[in-house]
């Protein structure tokens, strides 16, 4: 995004929805909210940097001295209020609630606001029920216009060429850590500006385990190995997941893989406006089911990428949401088979006139590597 | 750490200080407090994890079936309740709560714990107070053992050795993030688990933003560059800055760095067993005034350094905890000049019965690089 006029029209928004849901005040965090409506945010820290939207009104902003200059140079539309280390954020918190407490309505809490926060907004705000601010952002957030496909279509391709560069070497004899040391500095190398999560590679028997991280163990002959990592372009993040295999694969990965391949493209294939995310779900995991694998399939088969690597919508048994143009979310159907191996194919696809348009796009084939 | 008779320590540890705060039952979510007690966390995420300790009886843990082999593995002392992507978490956690609603005592929230969970928490303990877990955890946490202290040692050796490789080589034509990705890449191949945090590269007047991280501007003879960087190491943290210059520096450049250093050195000379926060604050700060850049250290001097990269305790005007052998923080003077330049200089050190450890050790000098 650039400018106050973005961020004008975005708090905007937040304020109708605001009305339609009966809230007060919403208050943010450093978050990829924060950034959506003013475009700067950070890593949330122990320092309170909190933006306050009103329903009607200006919007606040109180903010440590050390991001004072950072705020002021996005020129967000809102008031703000400098504290210094060793003041008492706590209590300027409060003056600016004190200023905003017009109506006794509902106040909205960023969802992934730290509870060190929340509960200095609950004693500024006493007496108030409070709910979360995904409630009016998550609809706003899941619909990406173009400039925002664009920036996941970026974060995509340089996904899509680290995997061709790392794959096209040896990976046999590296441990986890150091093949996604190689895959991260590949996407750096090739423009990302930072990685969107830590990267995931699990080898051998970890590759069971699906959100085992990466850690010393050393990649061997015959091994599978999951590999799930992604970039950030503009702070829109890629999210890839594909399979490989050190050497021949044995019959069994074999199947299990061309299974999960099924089962992917079964739920891209249930991508079509209006449809609800609960049947991309059933797609991919009635295919696994017919197979014989549905047990092994232990998660929901996809979630909302954007500003954050996981957000709306998701993809999952029960989400009667329908799907509409612009939601960009993973695709992501695995099978486990715990102390032996794991198998998981993702690409992000965002939802177009005429269905799925995946945002990353090397091949799902169980390619061997040496 | 390793298993659970470690883990049962720290749970006891933790259940004697809810005793002295008159807490009933402490609440963790992924976050660095649950790997120190049950050696298993994660990045936080969407999904509901949370780790329930009552003061009395076991503790409970809240978990989402994918991460339910990997705590499962940690063999924590405690019971394992599993919920399926699709359920409701919250009514799990209701249930579970009950359980452990015996004496209507405080209940202490995780201080990271996301607002979605913390109002589930809230609803599933109707009536009660809360307040952080912090005050528990905080004095457990902040004086190392011989364990935590070797590995924040290692992660300040991984540093100390990037730091040498990547300005060995020219930087001027790289732009930011390529330097901060040649650190990463050096520290992954040195051996971290991980980047500690996102690397910060600050060239030219971006060096005067003391939270800027890096971006896109190349990196020009002339420049001061700030590196403000560190990795992980059995999840312990290293965090250090050096400030660099592109070529000869100006007089003024030289002068202020002269200036930090001797404020980084006042600092690391107070630290003596007994002595408070704020003195080692106050002496780095005196230097600055002294040489008249007081209002250009517009930051504390330092943070606690260990599973977070921030944590207590906080050497800051105000703070007026007095060190024990074992903590572990970093002091890092900086002075910043809008639109020139800053200069920070940034060691973590540990406090042993002779003062100041530094956990790196690579010179402070303004070093000139190509």
Redesign the interface.
Same mark, same amino acid.
């Given at each position: 995004m650039s400018g106050a006029g973005t961020a004008g029209a975005r708090l905007d928004a937040v304020r109708r929805g605001m009305d339609a849901a009966g809230a007060a005040v919403a208050v943010f965090g450093l978050s990829s909210n924060m950034r959506y409506l003013i475009g700067f945010s950070?890593?949330?820290?122990?320092r309170m940097l909190l933006l306050l939207v009103p329903r009607s009104g200006d919007a606040e902003i109180v903010v440590p001295?050390?991001?004072a #200059?950072?705020v002021e140079s996005t020129s967000p539309p809102a008031a703000i209020h400098v504290w210094?280390?060793?003041e008492d954020p706590g209590a300027l918190l409060k003056e600016v609630a004190g200023g905003l407490d017009r109506d006794g309505g509902r106040i909205l809490?960023? #969802?992934?606001?730290?509870?060190?926060f /929340?509960?200095l907004v609950q004693d500024a705000f006493p007496g108030r029920s *409070?709910?979360?601010a995904?409630t009016v952002m998550a609809p706003l957030r899941a619909r990406k216009d173009e400039s925002e496909i664009a920036a996941l279509k970026r974060a995509g391709g340089i996904a899509d060429r680290a995997y061709l560069e790392v794959t096209g070497e040896p990976v046999s004899g590296l441990t986890e850590?150091?093949l /996604?040391?190689r895959l991260? /500095?590949a996407m +750096?190398?090739g423009g990302a500006?930072?990685i969107a *999560?830590?990267t995931l590679v699990a080898s051998g028997p970890n590759s069971a385990?699906?959100?085992?991280?990466a850690?010393s163990r050393t990649i061997r002959p015959g091994d599978v190995v999951i590999l799930d990592y992604g970039c950030r372009v503009d702070g829109y993040c890629s999210d890839i997941s594909r399979t490989i295999v050190c050497g021949p694969p044995s019959d069994e990965v074999m199947r299990v893989h061309a299974a999960v391949r099924s089962a992917h493209l079964a739920a891209r294939d249930r991508v079509v406006l209006g449809v609800r995310a609960e049947e991309v779900d059933a797609a991919a995991r009635d295919v696994l089911t017919d197979a014989g694998y549905g047990d092994r399939f232990?998660?929901?088969t996809g979630?909302g990428v954007g500003l954050d690597v996981?957000?709306p919508p998701?993809i +999952?048994?029960?989400n009667e949401q329908r799907l509409e143009r612009g939601m960009a979310f993973s695709i992501e159907p695995g099978a486990y088979f /715990?102390g032996e191996f794991g198998v998981r194919i993702e690409d992000v696809v965002v939802v177009g006139g005429s269905g799925a348009v995946p945002m990353t796009e090397v091949p799902h084939e169980l390619k061997e590597v040496r």
């Open positions: 950070d890593e949330p820290g122990e001295e050390l991001y #200059d950072q210094t280390d060793g809490l960023d #969802d992934s606001l730290w509870s060190a /929340a509960l *409070f709910g979360l995904s850590t150091q /996604a040391g991260e /500095a +750096v190398e500006d930072a *999560f830590e385990l699906p959100h085992y991280r850690g232990v998660h929901r979630h996981h957000e998701y +999952v048994g029960g /715990a």
